[in-house]
């Protein structure tokens, strides 16, 4: 059982806000969970910082340079982790067999092969890497129930659909009318569209209700995040896009709802916190305590809901609009998008310019017929989709 001995937890990520996070949630439990493994793509400081507190069996770095720097500080510090390098010990820690859960916490497509290989490898699998499911769809729902994986979403708002739900998914399709994520819609909200094109990297990453990565903080203010969303609760729960809905709800505290089908909606609340459904990962079906703060109803002035306007919020639409073509578009969508948001974050584009960029790479990249039906060939699109993506980029001018 659980309790048997401790759960060894292999982070992916562990340097990002999902990662430190997932941390701070084991260091409350330390009778229940092992830090197995870890990895980092760049912060060498951090990891080691990492690597001296949690003394993991390995660390990974992608980086085969970085890797080196931080096995030489490792050793220096006489610390019993190894640590490993290259893109296939991601995996390769992932799937080990000495593992028992692992946290998906790497933002990008990068993490699809090493989240693919815990799902095959009939892991748990706490999947924040969105990602990795708007780019694997079908096949990666398929690798979880080949190899008999746990798959439990970390995305607040899928955490709150899977909470809102019962233990068996075989009853979800008979229950469920829809389900409404919730948006916040992030810092640009209030502010006239007319001016999108003066945004800057750090207005777009100061997000009102959440700390997290560069990523998806301008994710967040475009609300491609949640396009990103509707993408991952159509595979996460079985579900039509019609049967996706959105709404604006500036507050945060109301974190997705599910629609029954005799319209009884279950919701689930909290205070925002991303402690909260990574406690739900680790624990489910069970609860532990996750260090969040209580949600204090005296204090909440007022619960709002909207509709998100598409003027403000351009991309959102193209959820749906990629999910009913054939497949391969959305993991298009999501190549196009990490390459926007980059060039975005590197001054090369204007925030307004970043949709123009998803748009426009949607209607130049070829989706060749079967792009969907192996790995492979949904990585050569997604090279592909980049490459056209970056053309696109480069032709916007950029910030004036
Ligand atoms: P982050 O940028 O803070 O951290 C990303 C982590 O991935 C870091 O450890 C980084 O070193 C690693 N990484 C980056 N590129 C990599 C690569 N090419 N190969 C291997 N590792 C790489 O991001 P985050 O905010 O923690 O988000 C992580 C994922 O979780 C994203 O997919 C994001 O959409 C999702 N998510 C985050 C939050 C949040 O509150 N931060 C909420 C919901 C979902
Ligand atoms: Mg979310």
């Known amino acids: ?19 430190v996070n997932t941390l701070d949630v084991i260091s409350r439990h330390p009778d229940r969970f092992e830090v ?24 990974v770095m992608p980086d085969v340079a970085k890797a080196a720097e931080l096995r030489q500080q490792v050793r220096a510090a006489g610390l019993p982790t190894e640590v490993l390098e290259g893109e296939q010990a991601l ?3 992932a799937s080990h067999a000495d593992v028992d859960v692992v946290m998906g916490a790497i933002v990008g497509a990068a993490g699809l092969a090493p989240c693919l290989a815990a799902a095959r490898a009939g892991k748990r699998l706490l999947l924040a890497n969105k990602e990795a499911l708007v780019v694997g769809g079908g096949l990666f729902m398929q690798a979880v129930a080949e190899g008999g994986a746990t798959l439990v979403p970390i995305d607040s708002e899928h955490s709150a659909i899977f909470q809102c739900l019962p233990e068996d998914p075989r009853t979800w399709a008979q229950r469920v009318d829809h389900i409404v994520l919730t948006a916040s ?33 301008v994710d967040s203010a475009t609300m491609m995040n949640k ?33 029954c089908r005799d319209r009884s909606v279950l919701a689930q609340l909290g205070t925002p916190d991303m402690r909260v459904p990574i406690a739900y990962g680790l624990s489910w079906p069970q609860r532990i305590e996750s260090g969040a703060d209580l949600l204090d109803f005296t204090q909440l002035k007022a619960l709002t809901f909207d509709t998100p306007d598409a003027r403000r919020y351009p991309g959102l639409q193209l959820a749906w609009e990629t999910l009913l073509a054939a497949p391969g578009h959305t993991c298009v969508l999501n190549a196009a998008n990490e390459v926007a948001v980059e060039a975005f974050l590197q001054g090369r584009i204007r925030f307004d310019q970043i949709h123009q960029v998803n748009a426009q790479t949607l209607s130049d990249c070829r989706v060749p017929a079967g792009a969907a039906e192996s790995v492979a060939n949904l990585l050569a699109l997604d090279a592909d989709a980049r490459r056209v993506a970056q053309g696109v980029a480069a032709g916007c001018g950029g910030p004036a």
């Open 227 to 259: 396009a990103l969303e509707v993408i991952e609760a159509r595979w996460l729960f079985g579900l039509t896009p019609q049967q996706i809905k959105v709404v604006l709800h500036p507050q945060s505290i109301v974190h997705s709802m599910v629609v």
């Open 185 to 217: 819609g992030g810092p640009f909200r209030d502010r006239d569209p007319a001016t999108f094109a003066s945004i800057t990297p750090d207005q777009a990453c100061a997000h009102p209700n959440w700390v997290m990565g560069r990523k998806i903080s």
């Open 36 to 59: 197995w493994a870890i990895s980092g793509a760049s912060r060498v400081p951090e990891l080691f910082a990492q690597c001296l507190q949690w003394r993991p069996r390995f660390a």
């Open 91 to 93: 995996c390769d820690v």
């Open 1 to 19: 059982t659980l309790n048997d001995r401790r759960q060894r937890v292999c982070i992916l990520g562990a340097t990002g806000s999902i990662g």
